[in-house]
């Protein structure tokens, strides 16, 4: 796979106060409700939630199912489970798999709770700090889970800047925090897979580059899906701007002089994969942990 080299490093200032006020909030909560984008299971861990957690219970929710490969997320669930993590599949857009969250809050907590009983305590409601990169659903999810409008909830990074406590009934409270990423990515795969599915701003990347990277990943992880919607059989030694351009040309886009509008077909490629327009894709398997 020849990728271009892209230097994809996003660390906005209020990320280092973000971290603070979760570091200094998480004495205040019983467990960490970590979400994580079920397309890149691996790439969408913050491996500085361990810390921040402080050895308080995790529950995993493998979020964006929708847009993930079917197959992949079992494969990922049966991965988490297998390795003593509680873990729940959700689209929290549509809702699907939310109404599993409290019950398994109550399973991971149940010597917690019975300690609260113990004290006399019973009534004393869970309080759950929800965690998770830029863009993976978390005030999304928060709103399913609480069957209303609570959190500010957006299709693009750093919406959400402060700590918002949400009530939700039957004796759960949620902690909403800001998307939270690391000053450092550990490889470029990492880097460019928070950028594929919009964890990091576009305007800080080379997008035509990024996108020609997109679809040497999807001819060698996906190649029928990448033939079918955008009308071309990909060259399996052709470079990733060669696909690009090759697609950029099937879809017409040409500017003066003939030459193809790559950039137009980089902002569309990103898109389409984003919305899962061109399919249900997984970046990451399992054996990727290897």
């Not at 500085?48 to 669930?77: C, H, K, S, Y």
């Amino acid at each position: 796979m020849d990728e271009n080299r892209i230097n994809i490093q996003w660390f906005p200032g209020h990320m280092t106060k973000a971290k603070r006020m979760m570091v200094d909030s998480v004495k205040l909560v019983d467990a960490i409700c970590e979400i994580i984008d079920a397309r890149i299971p691996i790439s969408s861990r913050n491996p500085e939630l361990g810390d921040i957690a402080g050895g308080r219970p995790r529950v995993v929710i493998l979020n964006r199912t929708d847009l993930a490969d079917p197959e992949m997320t079992r494969r990922w669930a049966k991965y988490f489970r297998d390795s003593g993590i509680y873990v729940i599949e959700t689209d929290s857009k549509s809702g699907k798999g939310v109404n599993k969250f409290s019950d398994s809050l109550r399973i991971v907590l149940k010597e917690k709770l019975e300690q609260y009983a113990a004290k006399g305590q019973a009534s004393r409601p869970l309080r759950v700090m929800v965690a998770g990169i830029p863009n993976v659903g978390k005030s999304t999810f928060i709103n399913k889970v609480a069957g209303r409008k609570a959190a500010i909830a957006a299709n693009k990074p750093g919406v959400t800047r402060g700590k918002q406590w949400i009530s939700i009934g039957k004796g759960l409270e949620l902690m909403d925090t800001p998307g939270l990423l690391w000053p450092k990515f550990d490889s470029q795969v990492v880097g460019e897979n928070l950028a594929f599915t919009g964890a990091v701003k576009d305007d800080v990347i080379d997008t035509e580059a990024l996108a020609a990277n997109l679809m040497l990943r999807l001819r060698d992880r996906y190649p029928k899906l990448l033939e079918a919607r955008y009308k071309f059989t990909p060259d399996p030694e052709a470079k990733g701007w060669e696909l690009l351009e090759q697609a950029a040309r099937k879809r017409g886009f040409l500017i003066s002089g003939g030459e193809v509008d790559t950039e137009r077909m980089a902002a569309i490629l990103l898109e389409e994969f984003r919305s899962g327009t061109i399919g249900r894709i997984t970046l990451e398997t399992p054996e990727d942990m290897e």
